[in-house]
């Protein structure tokens, strides 16, 4: 049953929620893997030895790189319910790159009264909020570094918590929910809407136009 829309804010424009098994997606790719790696050996001739070609999983790549082991440490601390929040306003996927010159015209009062463009965000359910609070420090630093890493600051605001690093990227947690954004002011925009109860939630269109629908879900746009 869908729990995003108690964190996701109110003037959410397009949102995509699906239950995923992460699990066996992940035993998947890896029996994946494994025949991959059995057909590119390919056939030998007898008495002919040949090197295996080298072959690098990009599932052993990442969890190389962010030195985890996703199976034992990182799955068991998410949950199966993710949400992804497009504003279709400023960005459409589907669509050109729009102009930039609307944004370097000079700023007027009614520009001023216009609601400040947002980025895309992911929202992930977690099982394990504190776990997966000790783990993001280490995915920081094995995506980006040390240095980036040391640049992360936290703050505080009821019971959520709001980490951004540089203003590049940022990420919260609300509820049992994991939000991240590449845009600093959008993850704040999800908290600020969270305290305030200004939620899809506790909006009485989206709960009009949703509460037909059955309460378990495998995806709902």
């Excluded at 072959?55 to 992804?84: D, F, H, Q, Y």
């Excluded at 359910?125 to 040391?150: H, I, N, Q, T, V």
């Excluded at 600051?153 to 959520?160: G, H, I, L, V």
């Excluded at 609300?174 to 305030?196: C, I, M, P, Q, W």
């Amino acid at each position: 049953s869908p729990e995003s829309p108690k964190v996701l804010p109110a003037d959410s424009e397009l949102v995509v929620t699906v239950a995923l098994d992460l699990e066996a997606m992940y035993a998947r790719v890896g029996a994946v893997e494994q025949m991959d790696e059995f057909v590119t050996t390919g056939y030998r001739e007898p008495g002919v030895h040949v090197a295996p070609p080298e072959i690098v999983s990009p599932l052993k790549t990442i969890e190389r790189m962010l030195k985890i082991n996703a199976k034992e440490e990182l799955l068991p601390l998410l949950g199966s319910e993710i949400s992804i929040s497009l504003p279709v306003a400023e960005f459409n996927p589907f669509g050109p790159p729009r102009s930039m010159t609307h944004i370097q015209k000079k700023d007027t009062d009614q520009d001023k009264d216009k609601p400040t463009p947002r980025s895309p965000f992911i929202v992930i359910s977690l099982r394990d909020k504190e776990g997966m609070r000790r783990m993001m420090p280490r995915l920081l630093e094995g995506f980006a570094g040390k240095a980036a890493a040391a640049l992360a600051q936290a703050e505080r605001r009821e019971d959520t918590e709001l980490v951004s690093i540089g203003g590049v990227f940022s990420y919260a947690f609300v509820e049992n929910f994991l939000v991240l954004s590449g845009d600093a002011a959008t993850t704040r925009h999800v908290v600020d809407s969270y305290v305030k109860g200004e939620t899809l939630s506790a909006d009485s269109h989206f709960k009009n136009y949703t509460r037909w629908q059955p309460l378990q879900l495998h995806g709902r746009v």
